[in-house]
């Protein structure tokens, strides 16, 4: 499986790199938040590949992009994020490929966990150097939002829908976040501990301060988001664990995280517009 994606994945040399802002991009764009049918977003997108992958034609994308989107029995809303973000991908002129990490039910939904399994299966199956953690009810408004890694983790939102265009706190590093494959690794991934809602982003922020990376976030009109509204997932309560393991966030770092993630994909598939991996976390091992 993995030569074949590298297969896809060589680079003819002969062509120049793709500009780092792509001329057609063009500021606000209009956000399609209502329930579309796979179907009708995959007639949109001929030029997306069997697996969820493009890359340009004309020139030689900087860099390759896996987007990883962590799932759990919510594909109406991850239809309508596809709808809005290939768009805007393709226009940026990326090489990517994006991954869908889909929990099994019943277990209480573990975001953090899941960003580790997309970026440790990604890179089972193709050399990506930028890894881009999407929640699936996020939807960018402006295209000049690039979809790309750099020196420092980033965080995408500056303000979001459902929070009057603000953000809830100035730390808050929930949303849409981008870090370079070694950045993630460095800072042993996210935390595996969180099972329901909340606290696995302010975890993740402590472990990049605490490996001495300072954090970039788009400025107020780029980095706004619309959010697909919904009630809150059962099977995702909030966790109240989570006060004390946010204190213990930096003496956990390097003991747990990436290199302790247990997991079994349950199966892989590639469907027209995305990977979709599915796994089973066991919530007491
Ligand atoms: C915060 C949550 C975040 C969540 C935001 C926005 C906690 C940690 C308490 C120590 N943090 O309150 O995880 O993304 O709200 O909804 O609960």
Redesign the pocket.
């Known amino acids: 499986q993995k030569q074949q994606h590298e297969k896809q994945q060589q680079q003819p040399s002969n062509k120049t790199f793709c500009p780092k802002k792509s001329k057609q991009l063009v500021g606000t764009i209009q956000t399609y938040l209502d329930p579309v049918n796979i179907s009708t977003v995959e007639s949109k997108y001929p030029e997306v590949r069997k697996g969820g992958n493009f890359r340009p034609k004309e020139c030689t994308a900087r860099e390759r992009l896996a987007v990883i989107i962590p799932c759990r029995n919510r594909t109406q809303h991850l239809h309508i994020l596809l709808n809005n973000l290939l768009r805007l991908l393709i226009k940026q002129r990326l090489d990517f490929t994006i991954f869908v990490i889909d929990q099994d039910l019943p277990t209480t939904f573990n975001r953090g966990m899941l960003f580790n399994v997309g970026y440790l299966e990604a890179l089972k199956r193709g050399s990506y150097d930028c890894f881009i953690f999407h929640d699936v009810d996020m939807i960018p408004t402006n295209d000049k939002c690039l979809y790309r890694c750099t020196h420092n983790p980033r965080h995408f939102l500056s303000g979001v829908s459902k929070w009057k265009y603000r953000l809830?706190?100035k730390s808050?590093f929930?949303g849409v976040v981008s870090f370079t494959r070694d950045q993630y690794r460095k800072i042993n991934g996210d935390s595996n501990l969180y099972f329901g809602?909340?606290?696995?982003?302010?975890d993740l922020r402590a472990r990049i301060l605490h490996k001495g990376y300072s954090l970039l976030r788009y400025p107020q009109s780029i980095g706004r988001y619309d959010t697909i509204s919904h009630q809150r997932d059962s099977g995702n309560k909030?966790n109240p664990a989570?006060?004390k393991l946010?204190k213990s966030a930096k003496a956990r770092q390097d003991l747990e995280g990436l290199n302790t993630a247990r997991y079994t994909v349950t199966s892989s598939v590639t469907r027209r517009l995305y990977t979709k991996i599915q796994v089973y976390i066991n919530m007491t091992e």
Do not use: C, N, S
């Open positions: 809830p706190y808050y929930g809602w909340g606290g696995e982003d302010d909030a989570r006060f946010v």
